[in-house]
């Protein structure tokens, strides 16, 4: 694990499982989805003031802004069984690039570190009254800065 | 709050928001099943090993039996704001019946304690392999024992 | 089934079942959910143009005004299989009151008519800019005067 | 649209929307899935009986055997909108390989026909009882002959 790696913990649900009995692969996309908003916040005006995040790209959008998921691309690698302990994921960013920022995942059970899904997401800020997408700006760039793996 | 009250943190998830932008109402029935979950523990036979729950009632449950929800009833008492801090669920056990059980809820924010849902559950444990319901055991009246409001 | 009921078809999902091989308690309220706005409507200001609603009491309440859940009630009478058939739900008023709104269900195995659910709803109609609950109008009362069951 | 595609209208759900008010990505992964089980129709072992499948490759899979996600790639083109009306999901195979089959999706708004994402899962048949993966068999190749793109 490289030192630009952010660990989540996500707490799984039981009703996460499916009727095969381990967490099912569309609920492994819904546990990215908790990871980024632990990581970088809930995205500005969405839900209530709450713990400040690492790295709080997400709450600090300009108004009007949603954090927008371009591509999502899991490679599931063992099953993840459901347990009240949370799964570990490791979040990290694969990329910044003009209009959007890629992010890393790898899945972890929360007891025995196995590694269940490999997983990254494209993600794009769109202003809704201008119906643009937004560049990253600079003060994007230096929070996201301790994460690019790579770098 | 009575001393047979167990408090129970239940993290909220980013897509527990419906398009009204609050916890939706479906999803608050979740988060009742998350609190009897880590009560009670995770129902035998489903998922690994995890932290123990303080009244295990459900992990101890004979081989083949299930813990089934026989009735649902929520009051909505103000909206849930979703937040990345837990909900606090305060659950309790309302009655112990021949063959069910009744488990109590209140459901408050997180940050601010506002009551947002009062709930209650009728629980039954249904013996697969022969068909019927079972009765309420004597270790489980044991282990239910001190908390049972008003007992 | 009296004169007064609509029955709406509410296709199943594959995701419904949980890790005992039957639809999740929780989802058969997401199957309530899905009748209603069947029955009423996508509620005015959530989602595009779609079907017309046979009751479209949902679909023509004033601006900013939101449908809130205030009770949910579920008396869970045999599991609801998984089919690729819908399951059938008879949906009726149960009462209207001065400023809300109770629904009846009845939720039935969509192949073989078994009795799953019976449960019930209670809706107010919140404006959110006067943070007031609205009475029942005189145009809602007439829109919903066929459906009132034993009127 | 290529004479080896497969049309499926999956309904979406009022809870399908996030707090943005459009289907959320993650539930676009789901409605994957529910064209899958329409398609294929819901793996053996798993709900009880329904309408056939147009290609029963799932229901007809030795005892024993689950239909696992390996890999799943969605690249969203335009924010999918909620409506009473169903997405429309092209669905075909991409590739059969010794052991996995690759499906494709193209998911369509219902009315206007907008392009909302294009989709790709591996899948692999693993035998519980084995532990092992199974080959792709000959029955199934025939079964899923008409639905390669570019055979």
Not at 46 to 51: M, P, Q, Y
Not at 94 to 101: D, I, R, T
Not at 114 to 130: D, K, M
Request: hydrophobic share 45%; net charge negative.
């Amino acid at each position: 694990m490289s030192s630009e790696t952010l660990v989540i913990d996500v707490p799984l649900r039981w009703g996460d499982m499916d009727a095969y009995g381990h967490v099912n692969n569309v609920q492994v996309v819904r546990i990215m989805e908790e990871a980024r908003v632990a990581a970088f916040g809930p995205p500005a005006g969405t839900g209530e003031a709450g713990f400040e995040a690492p790295v709080p790209v997400f709450t600090e959008l300009p108004e009007g802004t949603q954090a927008l998921v371009a591509e999502n691309h899991v490679k599931y690698r063992s099953p993840l069984a459901y347990r009240t302990v949370p799964a570990r994921v490791e979040i990290w960013v694969e990329k910044v690039a003009a209009a959007s920022l890629t992010v890393g995942y790898a899945i972890r059970d929360g007891v025995d570190g196995r590694l269940c899904a490999e997983a990254s997401t494209v993600l794009a800020f769109f202003h809704e009254p201008s119906g643009r997408l937004l560049r990253i700006s600079a003060e994007q760039r230096e929070l996201l800065r301790g994460y690019v793996r790579g770098a």
